[in-house]
């Protein structure tokens, strides 16, 4: 299944596709950051972000869009944006015939480091050992998205730990949970 | 100047064009208030709302669109769905290059009734009146569109009273200025 991970947001958008495969497999296709700049007026930025947007879907195709879900409670400062974001992203899936789902932070978290709490650079630690990348996704924005996208592809399911781990994929999961217990 | 008035809400989005002339004439061209149900999926939902503003950008081919204002502080239950609507219909002006501008609702209302803490059924007197509309229109979110609309057409200057007013259009206003104060 082909995911397009979004982490919302009218300055940084974070963008990634992930590709999910046997065995809760998860391979990287694709990793942007759509920006736009504040000196612009709210409707060109929101058309910044959407034609990136647009762009990666109809580029790569996904069947399903994952986003991070926004609450009213958040900083007052950003919430505005970022909602109008998603609203413009959510139309762009509809539009597409593309189910959207909306993840907590909390969640996400939880799927790919198995702690709800987990901190920034844990998830990025996470998400490079489970894509198998060379290198982290920079900014945190970009590897949030990606961590969306991973959290939808195994939502309703437990992630293999311990001696049942077996496949490549699943070793590496089981090892790089330890070393993110090691350094948390 | 043709411009486009929006109430931005997802439950019941207003929307009224009003075309403007000289001497502060506004006539209604069209009204409507789209609207879509609870029960649907936000994304589906904002497709709905967007279906409408779109078809009547095309149809009316205004060359401005004017929006009420929404803040961070409003009420949180409906705030971001409405927030998740203007960037929608943002996205729709910028896309055809029509400039959209933002009202406050106590701007909207100083600009159509002369006080800027004008009740609804006050600023729904006041549209029905300068429109000339031989009803009110209903539900508020529609008469509020087009008051919309009425203030960005008439900003930036002050409105005709008094002894002043020549035209028919300038002596509906005084009298409906004058009849709104006696009921105020």
Request: glycine share 8%.
């Amino acid at each position: 299944m082909r995911i397009l991970g979004v982490d919302p947001g009218l300055t940084r958008c974070g963008l990634g596709v992930v590709e999910s495969g046997a065995a809760r497999r998860v391979t990287m296709l694709d990793v942007r950051v759509a920006t736009s700049p504040s000196t612009l007026e709210t409707p060109a930025r929101l058309a910044q972000i959407a034609d990136v947007v647009e762009a990666m879907l109809d580029e790569h195709r996904p069947e399903a869009v994952a986003m991070e879900r926004i609450f009213a409670r958040s900083d007052v400062s950003t919430i505005m944006g970022t909602a109008q974001v998603s609203g413009v992203i959510m139309l762009a899936a509809e539009r597409r015939g593309l189910p959207l789902s909306l993840y907590t932070p909390s969640e996400v978290k939880a799927a790919v480091t198995g702690d709800g709490r987990a901190g920034k650079e844990q998830v990025t630690f996470m998400v490079t050992r489970l894509l198998g990348l060379a290198q982290a996704p920079r900014p945190a924005d970009a590897a949030d998205a990606l961590a969306i996208a991973i959290a939808h592809a195994w939502r309703g399911g437990a992630a293999p730990v311990g001696s049942a781990a077996t496949t490549p994929a699943q070793r590496r999961w089981t090892e790089a949970e330890k070393a993110a217990r090691r350094r948390g």
